[in-house]
Nanobody
Framework: QVQLIESGGGLVQAGGSLRLSCAAA????????MAWFRQAPGKEREFVSA????????SYVDSVKGRFAISRDNAKNTVYLQMNSLKPEDTAIYYC?????????????????WGQGTQVTVSS
């Protein structure tokens, strides 16, 4: 397991942008997958995006495609989620997660390391 610390959340108007960061403490191997999930009030935690630490593969939930972009900086052991054209329905707590070679990267239970979460609020 690795320790994950998210930052970058906040309050933004609809149409605005935010960039979330997830700093990982510990050894990150090339076969790690890093992901972002989110949980809105009263809803289950859902997959948002994932990236292989090698950078060879990225994936997104349909609702954020074309608006969000995941990336990583190997030197800083940090994963980013650039969120553009934000909508009120993007309001949630965003969590960073990590796992070595998850079979199903979009599934919550595939991950064994989690951050504490960062709040994103989009006003209309």
């Amino acid at each position: 397991q690795v320790q994950l610390i998210e930052s970058g959340g906040g309050l933004v108007q609809a149409g605005g942008s935010l960039r979330l960061s997830c700093a990982a403490a510990g050894r990150i191997y090339s076969d790690y997958t890093m992901a972002w999930f989110r949980q809105a009030p009263g809803k289950e935690r859902e997959f948002v995006s994932a990236i292989r630490w090698s950078g060879a593969s990225v994936s997104y939930v349909d609702s954020v495609k074309g608006r969000f972009a995941i990336s990583r900086d190997n030197a800083k052991n940090t994963v980013y989620l650039q969120m553009n054209s934000l909508k009120p329905e993007d309001t949630a707590i965003y969590y960073c997660a990590a796992s070595r070679s998850p079979i199903k990267p979009t599934i919550l239970n595939s991950y064994d390391s989690w951050g504490q979460g960062t709040q994103v609020t989009v006003s209309s």
